[in-house]
């Protein structure tokens, strides 16, 4: 069983940054294994997907809406993925969760998820 839990959200002002980590544990969960992905869920709407990350850091992946702002990336040795935000909008406020599993776009294509954090951009 995976546990995966994110840190480092907040409140922050528009143009801003944050970064969010995301630390994977468990007994029989080999996170190198894995591609990563970070998704966010703003109220109303649907999930949504943020960014991916391969399994070796090979390759990267990101929405039209935060390419060259958010960068992912992770270490496997401490077995975390983090997603660094900058230039922070108003329309990033939402609640941001990380996964593991196929490293697509699909939020179908994941099999564990952390509780989420929040992340809140103010005008």
């Known amino acids: 069983q995976v546990q995966l839990v994110e840190s480092g959200g907040g409140l922050v002002q528009a143009g801003g940054s944050l970064r969010l980590s995301c630390a994977a544990s468990?007994?029989?969960?080999?996170?190198?294994?894995?591609?990563m992905g970070w998704f966010r869920q703003a109220p109303g709407k649907e999930r949504e997907f943020v960014a991916a990350?391969?399994?070796?850091?090979?390759?990267?992946y990101y929405a039209d809406t935060v390419k060259g702002r958010f960068t992912i990336s992770r270490d496997n040795a401490k077995k975390t993925v983090y997603l660094q935000m900058n230039s922070l909008k108003v329309e990033d406020t939402a609640v941001y969760y990380c996964?593991?599993?196929?490293?697509?776009?699909?939020?179908?294509?994941?099999?564990?998820w952390g509780q989420g954090t929040q992340v809140t951009v103010s005008s």
């Open positions: 468990g007994r029989t969960f080999i996170f190198s294994d894995y591609n």
């Open positions: 990350i391969t399994w070796n850091s090979g390759s990267t």
């Open positions: 996964a593991a599993g196929g490293g697509s776009v699909s939020v179908s294509e994941y099999g564990a």
